[in-house]
T-cell receptor
Framework: DVKVTQSSRYLVKRTGEKVFLECVQD?????MFWYRQDPGLGLRLIYF???????EKGDIPEGYSVSREKKERFSLILESASTNQTSMYLC???????????FGEGSWLTVV | TQLLEQSPQFLSIQEGENLTVYCNSS?????LQWYRQEPGEGPVLLVT?????EVKKLKRLTFQFGDARKDSSLHITAAQPGDTGLYLC?????????????FGTGTLLAVQP
């Protein structure tokens, strides 16, 4: 069964903290994604990774960075968390250029 | 900025009623997908439509891709409480990068027993 696992479901962080959101997929997928989801705005792409060590900025990369050192793991990093980064973060994966994207369960981040 | 507008934004209906959700854009899409997201979960793909005018059925759900490939609709017949969730459309822009999936604003559906 397809599985995308986000290690932290609920986090509360202080403004200025460095935040790591981890995502692991067990399907040997080349492509991985990080989205944020906000009410009324749908899902917005933060970063996309074609394959190991390869990344591309999405629509809203400001304030975020990513790391893909291993094929199965894609990390989202908030270098200095701000309150406007309070959101639900969704990780996803798919085979290279495939139609079906598989999502994790999401990580709820609150920055206070 | 390419946008996919969904309507209605919220819908609360009784079990057994029919409903239609719309997804509209001024952009042309090479394909369009519908996802359902249940509370506390990530979105799950329901269907992909790729041909203008295409209609696909998934049990009580009927999906249609507009002839001009700019819009889509989801019709649910005899809604059940298990249909409750957030419905998202997502489209690949015609001629755009294959990784670029534009998501709609979402329709939150509540089906009361």
């Amino acid at each position: 069964d397809v599985k995308v696992t986000q290690s932290s479901r609920y986090l509360v962080k202080r403004t200025g903290e460095k935040v790591f959101l981890e995502c692991v997929q067990d399907m040997d997928h080349e492509n991985m994604f990080w989205y944020r989801q906000d009410p009324g705005l749908g899902l917005r792409l933060i970063y996309f990774s074609y394959d190991v060590k390869m990344k591309e900025k999405g629509d809203i990369p400001e304030g975020y960075s990513v790391s893909r050192e291993k094929k199965e793991r894609f990390s989202l990093i908030l270098e200095s968390a701000s309150t406007n980064q309070t959101s639900m973060y969704l990780c996803a994966s798919r085979i290279h250029s495939g139609n079906t994207i598989y999502f994790g369960e999401g990580s709820w981040l609150t920055v206070v | 900025t390419q946008l996919l507008e969904q309507s209605p934004q919220f819908l609360s209906i009784q079990e057994g009623e029919n409903l239609t959700v719309y997804c509209n854009s001024s952009s042309v899409f090479s394909s369009l997908q519908w996802y359902r997201q249940e509370p506390g979960e990530g979105p799950v793909l329901l269907v992909t439509v790729v041909t203008g005018g295409e209609v696909k059925k998934l049990k009580r759900l009927t999906f249609q891709f507009g002839d001009a490939r700019k819009d889509s609709s989801l019709h649910i017949t005899a809604a059940q409480p298990g249909d409750t969730g957030l419905y998202l459309c997502a489209g690949r822009v015609w001629g755009g990068a294959t990784n670029k999936l534009i998501f709609g604003t979402g329709t939150l559906l509540a089906v009361q027993p």
